[in-house]
């Protein structure tokens, strides 16, 4: 298929790579010049990009990215054509999506929410898994692209229902991750050894895929950055606002929040979303690793 491919990230320009190995015609746009994807065609704008292409694939950093790559400036609108499909694997505003489907809609264009959850590795190895809002016929389309960049694909429902879940979905891992961390800060300082204590959770019912994927990297401090706070803080943001939109309550969230404000003003932004583990270390002065860290 010809995709327009906008947005060279930490998972998009991994995304678009495997797109191209499947033997797809890719042409990427990305709003710092420079980053390339081999085998891919180059645009100066999103809406030259767009020029062409059955699909225009965006994976750009928030609600505001979204509505400049589409609406803005040089952007896609006037590129489109009936019958095209924009997915987008952003995470945003689940009710600005329903109003950016609305309005490509007018065009004859179909808008299908994909974000997706795996993180860095999940994108680098064609393991994403895709949780997807837009009607049957364009997801069915979009399959033979799934596939080059994921496992498994679950249709939500209609726009806007796949970024409301994956908003539902990221709430739990703050969570799950914050409720660890602060579980290895008070065991350290109460002097339990914070292996010994993952190899117990790893054998109990407190075990989850979060600490499970996050665990080593805690063990060994590598903050690099797979998800970087200041996205997952994006996106905790997303979730209170859609909470409110929606009069629901939320809040473990809204604490957890605070962590992440203050993680951010602490130099943690732009690292792993892991690193909310620092402050709570700062505070306690303790500093939870391994034995090999």
Known sequence: MRVA???LGIMGHAMATSLVKAGHEVTVW?????KLVEGAGVAPTPGAAAQGAEVVWLCVSDTDAVESVIFG???VEASLTEGMII???STISPSATVKFAERVGKKGVTWVDAPMTGS???ARDGTLVFIVGGSEEPVERLKPLFAAMGKKIF??????KGQATKLAMNLQIALIYEGFAEALTLATKLGVDPQQLLTLIEATMVRSGVVDY???FVMQRDFTPNFPLRLMHKDIRLTLEAAKEARVKLPALETVEEIYEMA???GNKDLDYAATLTLLEKWAGVQVKGKAA
Do not use: H, L, Q, Y
């Open 30 to 34: 990305n709003r710092t010049p420079g």
């Open 155 to 160: 249709r939500m429902g209609e726009a806007g």
């Open 264 to 266: 951010s003003e602490d």
């Open 73 to 75: 400036a040089d952007g």
């Open 214 to 216: 996050k665990g080593p």
């Open 87 to 89: 997915a987008d694997s």
């Open 120 to 122: 860095k590795i999940g």
């Open 5 to 7: 491919f906008v947005g």
